[in-house]
Structure formats: structure tokens, C-alpha cells
């Protein structure tokens, strides 16, 4: 979205980072400080960096994609307008994520007819989990899930878990937060997010056919 860097980019003229700085191991709270000095080309580095996250953690929320589209333009865009309120000592990732996920409770909002089940919502989710038997996950999850993420099956398991559950399995695979940042963001006990997160493991394993 060339709109969105462009915005990012005034009214400030850009300065070069330095050479040694360049590439991807600058963390997304260094970049940060680069472009609230400054330097649009670090805004470009972060959306970049941390646009298909954004989108894909909306896009399976609402199951729109237009809508998502629309939201995640938006997202960015109160990033931008937002830069100068960053905490450099705050994590960037939860801070983005935080933007992201009140903007689409605030759609929700404002359209409730669109909108599926409550983020804070169990949906009675834990009923047919507990018919799975109870065992540790198996190999790595979150790397199969990468894997597999734009599998059909994959997708379709996603859109079946309950809200709570899918929002805690997508902040922490897109966003890549911890169960403390996802229980800080969401305002939920730690122990209730480990909870979800079990219980979305375990349910999407068993949509794909690994009960174990």
C-alpha cells in the first residue's frame, strides 16, 4: 500500500539509517526510533516486516476479505497517526497487535450484524476438546501451523475454533506474543490464556486429523 508508506513518510524528511544498521536484525523497537526521528525508510522496514500478520490475524477474525482489507488499512494508518505516543521501552508487536484487535472490536461495534461471537466468548469450545485425549503436543505446533497456514484445512479449522480460543492461537503465531503479553493485552488471567491456547492446539490438531 503505497498510500500508507507515503502517509508514514510526511511531514518528516528522510535521514539514512547507517550502513551497519541495515538489514533485518534491527529490532521493530529500534526501527521505531528511527522513524520518530525521521526516517521513513524504517516505517517501511516495519510494514514490511509485519503487514501478512496483520492482515491474516484480521482476515481470520472477520472471514471477509474486503473488510479485513479495510481494517488493516486502518490499523496502519493509526499507527502512523499514534508514532509520536510509541514507548520505546514498550514491546512493538504489542503494540501493534493491541491497535489491531481494538480496531476490530470497535467494527464489531459498529456492526453488529457482522459480527461472529465475542473475543472473550468460550463458546462452550472446551466440550468437544475434552472428548480428545489429554496429552502433550506433539513435535512443534506453532511450526507445523506455519506451515500448513494456507492450507484449506488449516483455514477452515481456524474459523472453527471459538473467538477466545482463536484470538489467543493468532496473537501468539502471527504476533509472535507471550502468554503474559496476550493476557496483558487482552485482560485475561495468564493461566486462562495458557488455557486457550491447550485447548486451540489440541482442537486444531484434531480437525487435521492428529487427535494426539
Known sequence: MSGIVAAAAAPHTPTRMQAGD???????????????????????????????????????HCRDRAT?????????????????????????????????????IDHWRM???????????EENGHALVERIEDSNPRGNPQGAATALEEGALL?????????AQRDAFLLHVEGGLAVAEIAALTAAPAETVKSRLRYAYRRLRASLGDPA
Not at 522496514?45 to 481470520?60: A, C, K, M
Not at 509520536?84 to 480496531?103: E, G, H, I, K, Q
Open 22 to 60: 541495515a538489514g533485518d536484525t534491527e529490532t521493530d523497537e529500534a526501527l521505531m526510533r528511527a522513524w520518530q526521528t525521521g526516517d521513513a525508510s524504517a516505517f517501511d522496514r516495519i510494514y514490511r516486516r509485519h503487514r501478512g500478520g496483520v492482515f491474516r490475524y484480521l482476515l481470520r
Open 68 to 104: 479485513a482489507e479495510e481494517l488493516h488499512q486502518d490499523v496502519w494508518l493509526k499507527l502512523i497517526a499514534a508514532r509520536a505516543s510509541f514507548d520505546a521501552a514498550a514491546r512493538f508487536t504489542t503494540w501493534l497487535y493491541s491497535v489491531a484487535r481494538n480496531r476490530m
Open 111 to 121: 456492526n453488529p450484524a457482522q459480527r461472529h461471537v465475542s473475543l472473550d466468548d
Open 155 to 163: 483455514v477452515a479449522a481456524l474459523e472453527a475454533l471459538p473467538a
